[in-house]
């Protein structure tokens, strides 16, 4: 219950009339927002090791306008290092991000939608770098629902 009040609470960080629920699918709720327009699938994580400095969350978005489609952002709990290496493994595979301040992409749409696929296959993910003081830390993710979530806000934004 307290992960589906943080999906509202990030849904609700724009104002209120932009956001439009899209439907809460295990622990991924899906979202669109009129301005932009965009439609994303959302989660925060089921763990993050240390102190948090940010509400952590992990997206796929779709801006129509920019024909954009399944781009992976985080948000991470913590300020990554400069020159931190950013990789997040989902199932058994593993990917290299770019990462600056407290946010982290794919370095490129193929990896966007290698990210994707193998999330539709996997159970978790997990993100790791290191902060600004050097230490490593953890955002781990849930995968329940990421399916139909993602699903979800693809379909949310085809009438654009």
């Given amino acids: 219950m307290l992960r589906l009040s943080f999906l509202a609470l990030l849904a609700l960080?724009?104002?209120?009339?932009?956001?439009?629920?899209?439907g809460i699918y295990g622990e991924w709720g899906a979202f669109r927002d009129e301005q932009g327009p965009r439609c994303y699938a959302v989660a925060m994580p089921t763990r993050a090791s240390?102190?948090?400095?940010?509400?952590?969350?992990?997206?796929?978005?779709?801006?129509p306008t920019r024909r954009v489609r399944g781009q992976v952002h985080f948000r991470t709990s913590r300020r990554i290092g400069e020159d931190a290496r950013v990789t997040l493994r989902v199932g058994r595979e593993s990917f290299t991000l770019t990462g600056s301040a407290n946010n982290a992409w794919a370095?490129?749409?193929?990896?966007?939608?290698?990210?994707?696929?193998a999330?539709?296959?996997?159970?978790?993910?997990?993100?790791?770098?290191?902060?600004?003081?050097?230490r490593l830390f953890t955002n781990t993710y849930d995968l329940t629902g990421v399916s139909s979530a993602v699903d979800a806000a693809s379909l949310g934004c085809t009438e654009q």
């Fill in 107 to 117: 370095e490129n749409a193929n990896d966007d939608a290698a990210i994707v696929a």
């Fill in 13 to 22: 960080s724009a104002p209120l009339s932009a956001k439009d629920s899209l």
């Fill in 50 to 63: 240390g102190e948090q400095e940010f509400a952590a969350f992990a997206a796929v978005s779709n801006w």
């Fill in 119 to 134: 999330m539709r296959g996997a159970t978790a993910m997990v993100l790791r770098t290191r902060d600004a003081n050097g």
